[in-house]
């Protein structure tokens, strides 16, 4: 067992925003909170940081507030109907650009983004969502591409995609994520550390740590590590970090899902090697969804990474859109306790 206790975070989203939520959240064992800007307004965030520190004082509680900012995130645009689309596997579908909404979609699909068109190949493996499909890229044709299912599936509007191959490469600082640590920095006071996604490189963390210098300010950074790249430099970008995040959840679709383990603990060790705090994320609770404890797998995951010193624990669809955000955090903080000796 170790000596210390790790840190928990809650996501904040619907089901964990009201006040009474979070109060319960913190009651319950969290100590954290991080607040997504892939979604909502930086004002939002800001009230959002602002009322978690108010309660967290109320309550005599200590409360680290995290900006997490988006990064590059390609997806598939907005369709009205179906509300999802069911793929069978051997299934053709073509993708296009476009930003509209689709009043209706059969096998022809939107994507927000004009640069997803650019650095993929045929044969390349897209990945939706958490791999809720999986598909193969026949052919290409400038603005527009043609995939064959591999599998049984099904997509839904708005969703993430990610294409299995070295060369797309999403930037983990947007002229979005410029503007949206902009206006958080106008209100430093009310947060302990910005997280960068998708850090590749140092020079990723050193752009974040310049623009934030320009300004006067200095806030933490956690580098998310999502990518093949980011674990190929993490020993340079673990020297200019102040947290690093093993961000599963990207980290099991980027690279091959068989790797993940090696590359979470690869992560640790170099954390640990530098004297730098590292943070678990990704589906750390999910299993409360369908049943009443973790599931065992869980349980022997999360036990593992806290014996072997994790330092932070971080949870976001269990508060953020789960239907038992205290009851993650309370198992969360009883896994922590007896695997933690005082």
Same mark, same amino acid.
């Given at each position: 067992?170790?000596?210390?206790?790790?840190?928990?975070?809650?996501?904040?989203?619907?089901?964990?925003?009201?006040?009474?939520?979070?109060?319960?959240?913190?009651?319950?064992?969290?100590?954290?909170?991080?607040?997504?800007?892939?979604?909502?307004?930086?004002?939002? +965030?800001?009230? *959002?940081? *602002?009322?978690?520190?108010?309660?967290?004082?109320?309550?005599?509680? !200590? /409360?680290?507030?995290?900006?997490?900012?988006?990064?590059?995130?390609?997806?598939?645009?907005?369709?009205?109907?179906?509300? +999802?689309?069911?793929?069978?596997?051997?299934?053709?579908?073509?993708?296009?650009?476009?930003?509209? $909404? %689709?009043?209706?979609?059969?096998?022809?699909?939107?994507?927000?983004?004009?640069?997803?068109? +650019?650095?993929? /190949?045929?044969?390349?493996?897209?990945?939706?969502?958490?791999?809720?499909?999986?598909?193969?890229?026949?052919?290409?044709?400038?603005?527009?591409?043609?995939?064959?299912?591999?599998?049984?599936?099904?997509?839904?509007?708005?969703?993430?995609?990610?294409?299995?191959?070295?060369?797309?490469?999403?930037?983990? &600082?947007?002229?979005?994520? !410029?503007? =949206?640590?902009?206006?958080?920095?106008? %209100?430093?006071? %009310?947060?302990?550390?910005?997280?960068?996604?998708?850090? @590749?490189?140092?020079? =990723?963390?050193?752009?974040?740590?310049? +623009?934030?210098?320009?300004?006067? $300010?200095?806030?933490?950074?956690?580098?998310?590590? !999502? #990518?093949?790249?980011?674990?190929?430099?993490?020993?340079?970008?673990?020297?200019?970090? =102040? %947290?690093?995040?093993?961000?599963?959840?990207?980290?099991?679709?980027?690279?091959?899902? #068989?790797? &993940?383990?090696?590359?979470?603990?690869?992560?640790?060790?170099?954390?640990?090697?530098?004297?730098?705090?590292?943070?678990?994320?990704?589906?750390?609770?999910?299993?409360?969804?369908?049943?009443?404890?973790? $599931?065992?797998?869980?349980? /022997?995951?999360?036990?593992?990474?806290? @014996?072997?010193?994790?330092?932070?624990?971080?949870? @976001?669809?269990? #508060?953020?859109?789960?239907?038992?955000?205290?009851?993650?955090?309370?198992?969360?903080?009883? &896994?922590? !306790?007896?695997?933690?000796?005082?």
């Amino acid at each position: 067992m170790v000596t210390k206790f790790p840190q928990i975070w809650f996501t904040i989203g619907p089901n964990s925003r009201e006040p009474e939520k979070i109060r319960d959240l913190l009651k319950a064992g969290a100590t954290g909170v991080r607040l997504t800007l892939s979604y909502s307004t930086p004002a939002w +965030h800001i009230e *959002k940081a *602002k009322l978690v520190k108010s309660i967290a004082n109320s309550i005599d509680k !200590e /409360c680290f507030i995290v900006a997490d900012l988006e990064g590059e995130k390609y997806r598939i645009g907005n369709f009205e109907k179906p509300t +999802h689309l069911e793929v069978k596997y051997g299934d053709i579908l073509y993708f296009e650009y476009s930003s509209k $909404t %689709y009043s209706n979609v059969k096998n022809i699909l939107p994507i927000r983004n004009k640069s997803f068109f +650019h650095n993929i /190949c045929v044969d390349d493996i897209i990945v939706v969502g958490d791999a809720s499909c999986l598909l193969k890229i026949q052919s290409i044709d400038q603005d527009k591409i043609s995939t064959i299912a591999i599998d049984n599936g099904k997509i839904n509007p708005n969703r993430g995609i990610i294409v299995q191959n070295k060369l797309f490469m999403p930037s983990s &600082l947007t002229s979005k994520d !410029e503007n =949206d640590l902009n206006e958080i920095l106008q %209100y430093s006071e %009310y947060f302990d550390a910005v997280a960068v996604s998708f850090v @590749s490189s140092s020079s =990723d963390v050193l752009r974040v740590k310049d +623009h934030m210098k320009q300004r006067g $300010t200095n806030l933490p950074i956690i580098s998310k590590i !999502e #990518t093949q790249s980011g674990v190929d430099n993490i020993e340079e970008i673990t020297k200019y970090s =102040d %947290y690093i995040m093993a961000a599963r959840g990207d980290l099991a679709l980027f690279t091959p899902w #068989t790797e &993940l383990y090696g590359q979470v603990s690869t992560i640790s060790e170099m954390a640990k090697s530098y004297n730098k705090k590292w943070v678990l994320a990704t589906q750390i609770m999910e299993g409360l969804e369908k049943f009443s404890i973790p $599931t065992r797998a869980e349980i /022997c995951d999360l036990s593992n990474w806290i @014996s072997k010193g994790v330092d932070g624990i971080m949870v @976001s669809y269990e #508060t953020a859109f789960g239907p038992k955000p205290k009851e993650a955090i309370s198992c969360i903080k009883a &896994l922590v !306790e007896r695997w933690t000796m005082i």
